[in-house]
């Protein structure tokens, strides 16, 4: 794939929606975090340590973007933060591409490409 792609990202603590999109086509990909209880967020557990991210999840998912112009990171939560910090330290070249962190519920896979041709102004 080519960098005409754009990719809107949109992540909660379970699972990623990771999009390309160009003026004629979309390709979709769903990735999952390996373990359904695994916060993806540092959060405090019971004992008051912090959880660890799933630095794995989030390699698969960057993995994804190589070769985009451009990127919109979305999701309800932290994920999307926690995902960009991680974009920052390992791949500081793909997190130039970022344009966007943006907090919204799932719009559905059609709702995620019309977000991301807004955001990119491409046509439909």
């Keep these: 794939m080519s960098a005409r792609y754009h ?4 992540i909660d603590h379970h699972e990623a929606e990771v999009s390309r999109v160009s003026d004629d086509e979309d390709i979709s990909v769903l990735v999952s975090s390996h373990s359904s209880t695994q916060r993806i967020h540092h959060r ?22 190589n070769h985009t112009a451009g990127i919109l990171l979305a999701g309800p939560g932290e994920a999307k933060f926690e995902l960009m910090r991680y974009i920052k330290a390992q791949r500081p070249d793909l997190a130039a591409h970022v344009y966007e962190l943006e907090t919204v519920p799932h719009p559905g896979h059609a709702g995620l490409i019309a977000l991301a041709r807004e955001r990119f102004r491409m046509a439909a």
Excluded: N, P, Q
């Design 44 to 65: 405090k557990g019971a004992d008051g340590e912090h959880l660890a991210t799933d630095t794995g999840f989030f390699k698969r998912i960057v993995s994804v973007l």
């Design 7 to 10: 990719a809107v990202v949109w």
